[in-house]
């Protein structure tokens, strides 16, 4: 059976682009199960035709898209958890998750699996250990497939609804965020988690649903997506497009497919 990569998304279609840019000059990504799914909010529908002209671009790659039906759960969390949830009722060995705005190196892929074989994890996670991060992150995490049985629980609206209610009657106090990743957080208490000493993933969203405050590219599909690797090449034009948080730098990673010229600052 195949490994799956589960890919959240929303409405950055351009940022998705780069994101699968970098997943196609992988080792090993063609032997991937590729979901992604595109989260549906009340009023906040994603722009799915450009959505399948993204997709089109990487016929070597085997992806599906799900997507979902309108709700009304706030952030991602109900996204993400759900489509775990689906990947623990696969037969998959290892299960990736690559959100759209996270960008991977060559050696992605094989580093998760090699981290896999040589211990019994929680999960491995493919940025280098930092103190704001705890004892997860979901910035380019690999599982194997059982591992997720610890969050199918908590796949419920009671939840969904409210996130914190939720974590605070059933887990011990913590200052821990309640999203996804403060759930994963909690329910991974215990376990060895597998960080790099050099990075494999990055992330690099500055814009989207819930930072308002950032610029987020305009124009024609091609022209976002031209604009999105122009800004992530110069810590000044970063400076410009960047106004919700300073932790967005420029993009490390490599990506063979693609190019910058022509994009305006």
Not at 31 to 60: C, S, T, W
Not at 117 to 127: A, K, P, T, Y
Request: charged share 20%; glycine share 6%.
């Amino acid at each position: 059976m195949q490994d799956i990569l589960i890919v959240p998304t929303f409405d950055r279609p351009e940022m998705l682009w780069l994101c699968l840019d970098h997943i196609a000059s992988s080792h090993g990504s063609s032997n991937l199960r590729i979901l992604v799914y595109v989260d549906a909010h009340v009023g906040q529908m994603p722009p799915r035709g450009e959505i399948e002209q993204v997709l089109a671009k990487f016929p070597q790659l085997t992806i599906r898209p799900i997507y979902r039906q309108p709700h009304m759960f706030h952030g991602n969390s109900f996204n993400v958890m759900m489509a775990f949830k689906d990947a623990y009722e696969s037969k998959a060995e290892h299960v990736f998750m690559i959100e759209d705005d996270v960008m991977v190196h060559p050696e992605f892929f094989r580093w998760h699996r090699q981290q896999h074989e040589d211990q019994v994890l929680g999960c491995s996670i493919g940025v280098v250990k930092e103190p704001q991060y705890g004892h997860y992150a979901s910035l380019g995490v690999c599982f194997r497939r059982e591992m997720l049985k610890l969050i199918v629980p908590h796949c419920q609206v009671a939840y969904f609804s409210n996130l914190r209610a939720y974590c605070k009657t059933r887990f011990p106090p913590s200052k821990t965020d309640c999203e996804q990743d403060g759930v994963f957080c909690r329910v991974l208490e215990g376990f060895p988690v597998a960080w790099p000493l050099v990075p494999y993933a990055q992330h690099v969203g500055w814009y989207g649903y819930h930072r308002k405050r950032s610029v987020r590219p305009q124009g024609t599909l091609s022209e976002r997506y031209l604009q999105v690797k122009h800004v992530l090449t110069s810590a000044t034009i970063l400076r410009h497009w960047v106004k919700d948080f300073g932790d967005i730098k420029v993009l490390q990673l490599s990506a063979t497919s693609g190019t910058v010229s022509g994009a305006a600052e």
